[in-house]
């Protein structure tokens, strides 16, 4: 139950954190063709698992409660693109070449496919 909290506790100001940035870079920057927000908070949360998960790995400076809070639950709900990012390197740090091939392009392909599939389904839906 304690880990469900942190979790919680972390999406909820990783979601406030990601929907502030945005706001903010869009603010900034107004560019209509190019979804920069969305680009920089990936980016960002990319930076900061790859700073937190490598601190938790080599220091061992984060207890596991602590992990679950700032890698599951802040920096999921922040951007679960950060968790793609650090999957993909444990199976490439793993020598895992094909597996980390094939999980990158099945999220990126199957990603875009699902949310065209939603989109479709959606349309279907609420037309009368």
Do not use: Q
């Not at 139950?1 to 870079?25: F, T």
């Not at 190019?34 to 490598?54: A, E």
């Not at 920096?75 to 740090?93: K, P, Q």
């Amino acid at each position: 139950m304690k880990e469900i909290l942190l979790v919680g506790v972390g999406g909820c100001i990783g979601a406030m954190c990601r929907y502030k940035l945005g706001g903010w870079i869009l603010h900034h920057w107004e560019h209509e063709h190019f979804p920069l927000p969305t680009l920089l908070v990936n980016l960002s949360g990319c930076l900061l698992i790859g700073l937190i998960g490598g601190i938790a790995e080599r220091a061992h400076a984060f207890s596991p409660h602590l992990r679950i809070l700032l890698i599951t639950g802040l920096l999921g709900g922040f951007t679960t693109f950060s968790a793609f990012g650090f999957e993909t390197i444990y199976l490439l740090r793993r020598g895992d070449l094909p597996a980390a091939a094939l999980y990158v392009g099945l999220s990126v392909l199957l990603g875009v496919i699902a949310v065209w599939t939603g989109l479709k389904i959606a349309f279907v839906c609420t037309t009368h």
